[in-house]
């Protein structure tokens, strides 16, 4: 299946196994020939119809976009080595225009084939002295920026590509589709339920974008500024959508799901943050609609193993996020106390009815995380935000200083050796570099439950909450959360003493309070305190594989 053919004879393009022909990397599809390249004009004019079965669309424009160049250039300089005609090259510019449009990258030469571009040349002086080098240079500014914006997308669909590998994403193209197609239904239940309420019946327009407009969403998700445009004319990604979806208004209602940049139609991460904006009280405030769609999704979803489930509320009005069925904890994330390097706060219940607690004794011993949790999980990035604010830090201090100022503070809280070797392990990895700030927070001594007494008030009884304290936690997407615990010799044996008899009745504590906690949703993971004692090169390195293979099975997908 090529673009170009032989007149007398096809010949087969090599396998990917098979050698290329050099100097020609850019001209995959295209057959070579004794007496050189035939351009297969009925091809061509197959992609300019749709996209190809077995040539990816980028892969075909860059592909065409090459070879128009270069037959432009050669036809405006020496004329020898041409390989397509003018009705060839007039196919050629058609088709690469159309799989360009379906790319969203617009290109539009003021000229259709060799003859046109000639009277452009022409008009535009480029016919006397010197005129060689403007056509190359005119030539050059038309198709350098779409092969620039061609690599990009190339660029992000290996991106997509390898975090679908990495991440096991399990959301169907069948899925997908089903999301689109459903939606009229989901709109006659809507019309159906005010109808017999008595209130007044519109149509409703379910648009992902809601009461907002497409580009006011997406800054919700994306930063728009930072993103590349598929348009030339414009620098950035929301010029560009300003542009097509508000001025012109020329984009299909569906695109987004097909737009590489965003990476709804192919991460499951992004699809279930996406759909889950879509539900948001200010995108969506329609409650009834809110519903009716929450339920479509999840009897979608629940297909491939995922739900929307209600991590918060904004006015009384819910807000969403994605997880697993059956993964990940329930319940809202109210606040975080972790941390405490003195005397143990005193918790005590402010208001019973809302369950708001206060810290009144002991609260400058601890931290207090109490923003609302976003459906990533704990990034560092909002634990450093947070940080920021509570210290004053200068705005001018940098993420790597104001990262080590709250890594000493964390440091003070860690009660042992062990602890502080993983923890130094994980900071090392992913805390303390300039590019990491989007990675999960790990997050020391968290209070889980609080008993008011001490044990000695108890008479040395053990409190009837289990687990106190979790020695790490991490937050992650879909409502995951990872506990960490590194086992020093009293979670096993009685007394410290070295030689301390094993105990059975503390082993079964433990493993009781391990299994009340994954029933809760949480995971639990175990470290010897001896196993972190050994060689710390070793050591660190055995802990940073863990985290690697941690974060590689809760993907923490970053916009």
């Known amino acids: 299946m090529t673009f170009a053919r032989e007149r007398s004879q096809v010949v087969k393009w090599p396998e990917d196994n098979e050698a290329m022909p050099p100097g020609n990397p850019f001209l995959k599809g295209f057959s070579q020939t004794p007496n050189g390249t035939i351009f297969d004009s009925a091809r061509v004019e197959q992609l300019r119809k749709g996209p190809l079965a077995d040539l990816a669309d980028v892969d075909a424009a860059s592909a065409l976009a090459r070879l128009s160049w270069d037959e432009l250039l050669d036809y405006g300089t020496e004329q020898k080595n041409l390989r397509l005609d003018n009705a060839e090259i007039a196919v050629a510019l058609r088709a690469l225009r159309a799989v360009l449009g379906r790319l969203r990258i617009v290109f539009d030469p003021p000229f259709r084939d060799q003859s046109g571009f000639r009277q452009y040349w022409k008009s535009r002086g480029m016919s006397d002295a010197g005129g060689w080098a403007k056509r190359r240079d005119y030539l050059t500014s038309l198709f ?85 445009s598929s348009d030339p004319r414009y620098a950035t990604a929301r010029l560009d959508l300003i542009q097509h979806c508000i001025n012109n208004d020329d984009y299909p209602a569906d695109w987004i799901y097909r737009d590489e940049r965003f990476g709804i139609g192919s991460q499951d991460g992004r699809l279930l943050r996406f759909l889950a904006e879509t539900l948001h009280p200010v995108v969506r405030p329609e409650q009834v609609e809110v519903r009716h769609l929450r339920a479509f999704y999840n009897s979608v979803l629940a297909h491939d193993g995922y739900e929307l489930v209600a991590v918060g509320q904004i006015s009384g009005a819910p807000i969403f996020s994605g997880r697993r069925i059956g993964g990940g904890v329930s319940g809202t994330m109210k606040n975080i106390i972790f941390a405490a390097d003195g005397p143990k706060p005193k918790i005590v219940l402010g208001d019973a009815v809302n369950n708001d607690i206060k810290i009144v004794r002991n609260a400058e011993n601890c931290l207090v995380y109490d923003r609302p949790l976003n459906p990533e999980g704990l990034t560092w990035a909002d634990l450093l935000s947070w940080w920021r604010d509570r210290q004053s830090l200068p705005t001018e201090m940098s993420d790597l200083d104001a990262g080590r100022d709250l890594c000493n503070r964390l440091w003070r809280s860690l009660s042992s050796k062990p602890e502080q070797v993983l923890f130094r392990a994980y900071a090392q990895a992913y805390l303390l570099r300039e590019d990491t700030v989007r990675c999960p927070a790990l997050i020391p001594q968290v209070y889980l439950h609080y008993d008011p007494q001490t044990r000695r008030q108890r008479g040395g009884k053990d409190s009837v909450l289990g687990r106190e304290r979790m020695d790490f936690l991490l937050l992650l997407p879909h409502s995951t959360r990872v506990v960490l615990e590194v086992d020093g010799q009293q979670h096993y044996a009685d007394g410290m003493d070295e030689g301390a008899a094993a105990s059975p009745h503390r082993y079964s504590k433990m493993a009781a309070e391990d299994r009340a906690l994954r029933l809760k949703g949480y995971e639990v993971y175990r470290f010897g305190g001896y196993e972190l004692t050994r060689n710390e090169t070793s050591v660190t390195a055995m802990l940073q594989d863990f985290f690697e293979a941690l974060l590689a099975k809760h993907p923490f997908t970053v916009s």
């Open 144 to 228: 350098e920026p779409v092969l620039a914006q061609l690599e990009t997308i190339e660029d992000l669909q290996t991106e997509h590509h390898n975090n679908r590998d990495d991440a096991a994403e399990q959301i169907t193209e069948v899925t997908r589709r089903r999301l689109l197609g459903g939606l009229d239904a989901v709109r006659m239940k809507i019309m159906n339920e005010l109808t017999e309420t008595g209130a007044p019946v519109e149509r409703p327009d379910l648009f992902w974008w809601g009461t907002l407009d497409e580009v006011a969403f997406l800054d919700r998700l994306y930063n728009l500024d930072q993103m590349p």
